[in-house]
């Protein structure tokens, strides 16, 4: 076999030889094994190869792990279908809530690791596990319901009013729910937004057959995934930088259970086959810097993994980071968040926090590797709405000819962000906007200015924009 591996044969029963890790990678791996006897929540320390259990008697063998995006915080659904939070800090876990069945329950952190969000009692559910107050949608059927980066809106699956599965936007309070499909085929399942919250991917019709596809929201195409010989394609996930995924493609039927670890790019481009499971189909997930991929394989005859293998793309030999036990699913931790610094200009009267090592450029500016801020005014005596869509539609279209304006509201203040459309000027460094009222006008150079606007890459806008204070 070929494509972008080097040439061997599979024989039934076969098993490679695999070094086991060296330590030194980063972050942790969380996954579910019943290696103390008990299905329960691990950790792999991939910087030092420890293993250590952090539940006791709270998994089940359909428990899956999910990180907040800050390392923090690892959410999972386990034994009598509660759903867990378990504080790495505090090494304390918080009962949340309770579903009839926890099989295939999907949960997601918002963007500033405070709540979770998923689909209960035919009702989406908004938790806070800081404050513990619960926020609720009516929608029946709902699934897959997870966060935008903006943190005001959310992407879901449910059938419309045909009962044909689609898949829908909202804002977190509920208002301008959006119908952003109109399928006429099979049901989206395993729906994943991407991390830039462009583009989504999702498996259709079913488990026996199941066919990736992607679409780009601001365009609304659709692309398939050519995926594995057998059209058995499970576990797609995005790569952090949104540009490609990676999936198990169940192949090789008639030699016993195997599967290719594959990648794609996000229009089914460039699809490469990276590694082999001896397992039906295995879950798999990215390292922070999306440079590697860890899977399971290990598979006995009952079909059980009992392995976390992990392979550098750019050198393809799988090494065994985990063995012993059944393991049935795992998660590579998010890039851990950055230093920051606080930010406070007495002028614009505005103080927010932004990554520590940007430099200084002007008093106004602030770069990085990753990123940048600037900050401005506006003086206008028109509604916010008006000032935002003249900034978001400026006739030399710096944020693309398609932005998307999404209004919310910080110390009671009335907020717009504006996020670029794809086709935004590369030389624009995707930049995007947050535009607030302010309180008071402020005067700066004699000038009376009613608005205070901030310029940053769509990467950090959110982030920089939810520490925002008007001074």
Same mark, same amino acid.
């Given at each position: 076999m070929t494509n972008g591996?080097?040439?061997?044969?599979i024989y039934p029963g076969m098993r490679l030889r695999i070094p086991y890790a060296p330590p030194g990678e980063s972050g942790s791996i969380a996954y579910i094994s019943n290696r103390g006897g008990e299905f329960d929540l691990w950790l792999y320390n991939l910087g030092n190869g420890v293993n250590r259990q952090i539940t006791s008697t709270l998994g089940e063998s359909y428990s899956v792990p999910f990180w907040?995006?800050?390392?923090?915080?690892?959410?999972?659904?386990?034994?009598?279908?509660?759903?867990?939070?378990f504080s790495l800090g505090t090494n304390k876990v918080a009962q949340i809530d309770q579903f009839s069945e926890g099989l295939g329950v999907f949960l997601d952190w918002s963007p500033d690791s405070?709540?979770?969000?998923?689909?209960?009692?035919?009702?989406?559910?908004?938790?806070?596990?800081?404050?513990?107050?619960?926020?609720?949608?009516?929608?029946?059927?709902?699934?897959?319901?997870?966060?935008?980066?903006?943190?005001?809106e959310l992407l879901y699956q449910a059938p419309d009013q045909n009962g044909v599965s689609q898949l829908f936007r909202i804002r977190i309070d509920g208002s301008e729910k959006v119908q952003i499909t109109h399928n006429t085929g099979g049901r989206h399942n395993h729906v994943r937004l991407s991390p830039d919250g462009n583009y989504v991917l999702f498996t259709t019709p079913g488990a026996s057959i199941s066919l990736i596809f992607t679409i780009n929201l601001s365009t609304g195409d659709l692309f398939e995934v050519r995926g594995g010989p057998l059209a058995k394609n499970y576990f797609p996930?995005?790569?952090?930088?949104?540009?490609?995924?990676?999936?198990?493609?169940?192949?090789f039927e008639d030699r016993g259970n195997f599967s290719l670890i594959r990648t794609t790019g996000r229009h089914g481009d460039n699809e490469r086959t990276r590694a082999i499971s001896n397992c039906f189909a295995t879950p798999v997930t990215w390292s922070p810097d999306g440079g590697k991929l860890a899977y399971l394989s290990g598979c006995k005859a009952?079909?059980? $993994?009992?392995?976390? /293998?992990?392979?550098?793309? @750019?050198? %393809?030999?799988?090494?065994?980071l985990v063995a012993g036990g059944t393991i049935t699913a795992l998660e590579w931790s998010p890039a851990p968040s950055a230093n920051l610094n606080r930010y406070t200009n007495p002028i614009f009267k505005?103080?927010?926090?932004?990554?520590?090592?940007?430099?200084?450029?002007?008093?106004?500016?602030?770069?990085?590797?990753?990123?940048?801020?600037?900050?401005?005014?506006?003086?206008?005596?028109?509604?916010?709405?008006?000032?935002?869509?003249?900034? $978001?539609?400026?006739? /030399?279209?710096?944020?693309? @000819?398609? %932005?998307?304006i999404v209004t919310t509201?910080?110390?009671?203040?009335?907020?717009?962000?504006?996020?670029p459309s794809e086709d935004q000027p590369p030389e624009m460094n995707n930049q995007a906007a947050l535009i607030v009222r302010y309180p008071t006008p402020v005067v700066i150079g004699g000038t009376r200015y009613q608005y205070f606007i901030l310029w940053a890459d769509q990467g950090h806008i959110t982030e920089i924009g939810g520490s925002l204070v008007l001074l």
């Amino acid at each position: 076999m070929t494509n972008g591996l080097t040439s061997y044969t599979i024989y039934p029963g076969m098993r490679l030889r695999i070094p086991y890790a060296p330590p030194g990678e980063s972050g942790s791996i969380a996954y579910i094994s019943n290696r103390g006897g008990e299905f329960d929540l691990w950790l792999y320390n991939l910087g030092n190869g420890v293993n250590r259990q952090i539940t006791s008697t709270l998994g089940e063998s359909y428990s899956v792990p999910f990180w907040s995006p800050d390392s923090s915080k690892i959410a999972f659904v386990g034994k009598n279908g509660i759903l867990y939070v378990f504080s790495l800090g505090t090494n304390k876990v918080a009962q949340i809530d309770q579903f009839s069945e926890g099989l295939g329950v999907f949960l997601d952190w918002s963007p500033d690791s405070q709540k979770l969000v998923y689909n209960n009692r035919n009702t989406i559910i908004l938790y806070n596990t800081v404050t513990h107050q619960a926020q609720t949608i009516s929608q029946p059927n709902a699934t897959d319901v997870q966060w935008f980066p903006n943190g005001v809106e959310l992407l879901y699956q449910a059938p419309d009013q045909n009962g044909v599965s689609q898949l829908f936007r909202i804002r977190i309070d509920g208002s301008e729910k959006v119908q952003i499909t109109h399928n006429t085929g099979g049901r989206h399942n395993h729906v994943r937004l991407s991390p830039d919250g462009n583009y989504v991917l999702f498996t259709t019709p079913g488990a026996s057959i199941s066919l990736i596809f992607t679409i780009n929201l601001s365009t609304g195409d659709l692309f398939e995934v050519r995926g594995g010989p057998l059209a058995k394609n499970y576990f797609p996930t995005w790569s952090p930088n949104s540009q490609d995924i990676a999936f198990s493609a169940t192949a090789f039927e008639d030699r016993g259970n195997f599967s290719l670890i594959r990648t794609t790019g996000r229009h089914g481009d460039n699809e490469r086959t990276r590694a082999i499971s001896n397992c039906f189909a295995t879950p798999v997930t990215w390292s922070p810097d999306g440079g590697k991929l860890a899977y399971l394989s290990g598979c006995k005859a009952q079909g059980q $993994a009992s392995e976390i /293998l992990m392979l550098n793309l @750019t050198h %393809p030999v799988p090494i065994r980071l985990v063995a012993g036990g059944t393991i049935t699913a795992l998660e590579w931790s998010p890039a851990p968040s950055a230093n920051l610094n606080r930010y406070t200009n007495p002028i614009f009267k505005v103080s927010f926090q932004y990554p520590a090592h940007w430099v200084r450029i002007t008093d106004e500016r602030y770069e990085g590797s990753d990123g940048f801020f600037q900050i401005g005014a506006i003086a206008s005596g028109d509604n916010i709405d008006t000032v935002c869509h003249n900034e $978001a539609f400026h006739q /030399l279209l710096p944020y693309g @000819t398609q %932005p998307r304006i999404v209004t919310t509201n910080i110390q009671n203040q009335d907020v717009c962000y504006i996020f670029p459309s794809e086709d935004q000027p590369p030389e624009m460094n995707n930049q995007a906007a947050l535009i607030v009222r302010y309180p008071t006008p402020v005067v700066i150079g004699g000038t009376r200015y009613q608005y205070f606007i901030l310029w940053a890459d769509q990467g950090h806008i959110t982030e920089i924009g939810g520490s925002l204070v008007l001074l």
